[in-house]
């Protein structure tokens, strides 16, 4: 469905019924990351996913594309869909940036974080000089750039050597990446504020997931985050890397579902 938000048009799938669930999806993918999720978790919560602006099916204008901007679209997706009531946000990686700059914006809005393969932190010299340098390819080559460079990193090696089936499907989803979308991100992210502040003020349940072979992200961030944010539980999830939950949905699924019985006692 396409969701017309102050002019700019957003795409959006959202289904089930009850407490609900923002998936946010990574950079640069789209909300079909999330199906394996929506069609477990749309059977006892509303699941909303959404194409952030510039990716998927979502309208591409020229960025930056702050993650306050990004946030901003999703606070306006749901005003749009009328949804009052708190929400579940699940972020992964840049969709994670979202999800924690969204807290900090409207955190009245929010009854607890899926926090997947994504940190507080802002970008290093060395990371804001390699967005320039994939911005800057990215001009010259185009999208594709941004792809060959991030698939070899995306999953485990367990997950390219024994579900090469993943493969196919998620280079497509990255090459629906609109230029404008993918430039407008890496420069949002480039320039992104310091979340870690926000986190030891934070008092809503939160789950932080994190393959244990992420080649992106660290898994030392997910432990640093665990240990400051007051009612979290870390679980990271064992033949998985940056994709965690494409890789390993089962597992992603449960831990979800056992966040969703223990803390809201949704089952
Ligand atoms: C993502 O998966 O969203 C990106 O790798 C995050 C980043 O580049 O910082």
Redesign the pocket.
């Known amino acids: 469905m396409i969701a017309d938000l102050q002019g700019m048009q957003i795409a959006y799938d959202d289904k089930g019924n009850g407490l609900p669930i923002l998936f946010i ?5 789209d909300r079909t990351l999330w199906t394996a999720q929506a069609a477990t978790i749309l059977k006892i919560c509303r699941t909303i996913s959404i194409d952030l602006r510039g990716h998927g099916e979502s309208q591409a204008i020229p960025g930056p594309y702050s993650m306050k901007m990004l946030a901003q679209d999703c606070n306006s997706l749901l005003n749009k869909l009328e949804i009052t009531e708190p929400v579940i946000l699940c972020g ?6 979202v999800t924690l700059e969204f807290y900090r914006q409207y955190p009245s809005r929010v009854a607890g974080l899926i926090l997947a ?3 507080s932190g802002p ?1 290093t010299a060395e ?1 804001r000089a390699n ?1 320039d340098k994939a911005i800057f390819e990215a001009r010259q080559q185009g999208v594709i750039s941004i792809v060959d460079s ?1 698939l070899p990193k ?1 999953l485990a090696q367990y997950t390219y050597k024994h579900r090469p089936e993943l493969i196919r499907p998620l280079r497509a989803m990255m090459l629906r990446t609109s230029l404008d979308g993918a430039i407008g991100a ?1 420069e949002g ?1 480039k320039n992104r504020s310091d979340s870690t502040p926000i986190l030891t003020s934070i008092r809503i349940p939160t789950l932080i997931l994190h393959g244990a072979e992420d080649q ?2 660290p898994i030392t961030v997910a432990k640093a985050m665990q240990t400051v944010i007051f009612d979290s539980t870390l679980r990271i999830l064992s033949e998985a890397g ?2 965690l939950n494409l890789e390993q949905p089962d597992l992603f699924n449960q831990a979800i579902l056992d966040f969703l019985a223990t803390s809201y006692h949704v089952r």
């Open positions: 999806h990574g950079f640069p993918l992964l990686s840049m969709g994670g940036y393969a994504t940190r970008d990371g967005r991030m995306m890496l992210m992106i992200i940056h994709l």
